[in-house]
Nanobody, 122 residues
Framework: QVQLVESGGGLVQAGGSLRLSCAAS????????MGWFRQAPGKEREFVAA???????QYADSVKGRFTISGDTAKNTVYLQMNSLKHEDTAVYHC????????????????WGQGTKVAVSS
């Protein structure tokens, strides 16, 4: 089992930036890919970005060019740098991990963090 703890959420004005962090502990050697999903009030859970071995990266079209995912394997931490934030980015952001390769399907991730709230004022 892998434990994931997110941090870095908060309130920011549109056009601003935030950096989310996700620290992993436990059976981290079993992790193949880590990533982020988000869920806005009243909406379905949505894929944001995922990374594997700091080499393979996938982004949702809605965040390409604005968000950057990166990882620090020594710290078992993954980051999500969010720039040019929009009101529609408002959501709870969850860190995820799985043993296998990248996926944008939430059903394929078996490790989830509690989430961190991001609110973007327009």
């Amino acid at each position: 089992q892998v434990q994931l703890v997110e941090s870095g959420g908060g309130l920011v004005q549109a056009g601003g930036s935030l950096r989310l962090s996700c620290a992993a502990s436990g059976r981290t050697f079993s992790m193949g890919a880590m990533g982020w999903f988000r869920q806005a009030p009243g909406k379905e859970r949505e894929f944001v970005a995922a990374i594997r071995w700091n080499t393979y990266i996938q982004y949702a079209d809605s965040v390409k060019g604005r968000f950057t995912i990166s990882g620090d394997t020594a710290k078992n931490t993954v980051y999500l740098q969010m720039n040019s934030l929009k009101h529609e980015d408002t959501a709870v952001y969850h860190c995820v991990a799985r043993q296998e390769s990248l996926s944008n399907d939430s059903e394929e991730y078996d490790n989830w963090g509690q989430g961190t709230k991001v609110a973007v004022s327009s």
